[in-house]
């Protein structure tokens, strides 16, 4: 039986952000994948109109469908939170690294989308690995991370797979290689969960 596939996603410096740490992640374990899995990574560009057409260049450069597409951005908290819902519409007033605000941005079709896997399961097995508790969130910020969330959910709809979004702490709060170690970990217990069907769920 083939490994399964993970698409794992991040961004690079935006603002001022000048080490985003969900980028470096990213590559990280698309150089290094957990036992039994295969990983595609790619760095989205911090812009609104950007994420979609690089997420189906991603998507379209492989043969086969992922299990699982999990988003990473980072965030000012102290924790990992995961993100339950995209919005439609961009509220954040920060602009994008194409100068565009999300007010200017027009509301994403088929308008909220919420992730079909079981958010419980994602938390309790990522807080396992991280050794810390596990923020879950229902806002996801209005910024660009927010519009990458939607187009994630709406590509997993798209191709029968499922999404799921990461924000990460910044790299003086936990350094790199731990954040590493507890993304691949949790990566390489939780795509097997979603393989066969333990983690997977409608929305509400």
Do not use: W
Request: glycine residues 10%; hydrophobic residues 40%.
């Amino acid at each position: 039986m083939a490994r399964p596939l993970a698409l794992l996603t991040g961004f690079g410096p935006f603002l001022d952000v000048e080490e985003n740490p969900s980028g470096l992640i990213a590559e990280a374990i698309g150089k290094d994948a957990p036992p039994g899995l295969d990983v595609k990574s790619g760095i989205l560009p911090v812009t609104y109109r950007g994420v979609m057409p690089k997420l189906r260049e991603l998507l379209n450069e492989e043969e086969r469908e992922p299990v699982l597409i999990l988003g990473m951005g980072v965030h000012a908290g102290s924790s990992f939170r995961l993100e339950s819902r995209a919005r439609s519409i961009m509220s954040s007033t920060k602009l994008d690294n194409d100068g565009v605000l999300g007010r200017a941005v027009s509301p994403l079709s088929a308008g909220e989308r919420a992730t079909r896997v079981d958010m419980e399961l994602a938390a309790e097995l990522l807080s396992g690995v991280a050794r810390m508790e596990v923020e879950i969130s229902e806002d996801a910020g209005g910024y660009v991370c927010e519009c990458t969330y939607h187009a994630i959910l709406s590509e997993a709809l798209r191709i029968d797979s499922r999404g799921l979004f990461l924000h990460v702490p910044s790299l003086d709060i936990i350094p790199l290689t731990e954040q590493v170690e507890v993304v691949r970990s949790f990566l390489g217990q939780f795509v097997p969960a979603l393989r066969y069907g333990c983690a997977v769920i409608d929305p509400t």
